[in-house]
């Protein structure tokens, strides 16, 4: 079925990087803008980044500006966020989304990422 | 501090209505941008309830309500049922700065 899976979490010291791969399956990849969106442990969800169909636009979170880059490869239907100077804070679970008209239709079960200090 | 603003929690019993409120700003839901709805039980991927302000995805119940008026929108579930006890969270998008995606900080519903 239609479905997007994230992969690559895991746990690493502060300061380090990670990289996130959001597999997509069943419709067509390259058409739509793809997100990121996380939720901190106890938090609510918090937007993080955004990349349009054919990757020419990106926009991101003033708290992940200059640290972290989304990218995508639509011949593998594949969404990416490298993350590079982590911090405590960033701890939370990742989801990939798919945006129609602004808003998120179609959501990952998340990847779990916990920066430790 | 998120850039819409929710009532940390509400309640209401069985059968009871409930409003959940989401107040922005002139840069979001006040600059027209349309609000969406989403309902998140602990553990499992968030659900679209309400796009485009007052629209129902299918599938959604019709005791799922919303509406935007000015700078805020609501979120109105009638007739309380114990399944619709979950975190509730309104999603706008705000053209300050650069632009960005925003949520409100989340509304956790108790079914007493």
């Known amino acids: 079925q239609v479905q997007l899976m994230e992969s690559g979490g895991g746990v690493v010291q502060a300061g380090g990087s990670l990289r996130l791969s959001c597999a997509a399956s069943?419709?067509?990849?390259?058409?739509?803008?793809m997100h990121w969106v996380r939720q901190g442990p106890g938090k609510g969800l918090e937007w993080v980044a955004f990349i349009r169909y054919a990757g020419g636009k990106k926009q991101s979170a003033e708290s992940v500006k200059g640290r972290f880059t989304i990218s995508r490869d639509n011949s593998k239907n594949t969404l990416y966020l490298q993350m590079n100077s982590l911090r405590p804070e960033d701890t939370a679970v990742y989801y990939c989304?798919?945006?129609?008209?602004?808003?998120?239709?179609?959501w990952g079960r998340g990847t779990l990422v916990t920066v430790s200090s | 501090q998120s850039v819409l603003t929710q009532p940390p929690s509400v309640s209401g019993a069985p059968g009871q209505r409930v409003i959940i409120s989401c107040t922005g700003s002139?840069?979001?839901?006040?600059?027209?941008?349309?609000v969406h709805w989403y309902q998140h039980l602990p553990g499992t991927v968030p659900k679209l309830l309400i796009r485009?302000?007052?629209n129902r995805p299918s599938g959604v119940p019709d005791r799922f309500s919303g509406s935007k008026s000015g700078t805020s929108a609501s979120l109105a579930i009638t007739g309380l049922q114990a399944e619709d006890e979950a975190d509730y969270y309104c999603q706008s998008y705000d053209s300050s700065l650069s632009g960005s995606w925003v949520f409100g900080g989340g509304t956790r519903l108790t079914v007493l």
């Open positions: 989304a798919r945006d129609l008209d602004g808003y998120f239709d179609l």
């Open positions: 485009g302000n007052n």
């Open positions: 002139s840069s979001s839901i006040g600059a027209g941008h349309d």
């Open positions: 069943r419709f067509a990849f390259g058409t739509y803008g």
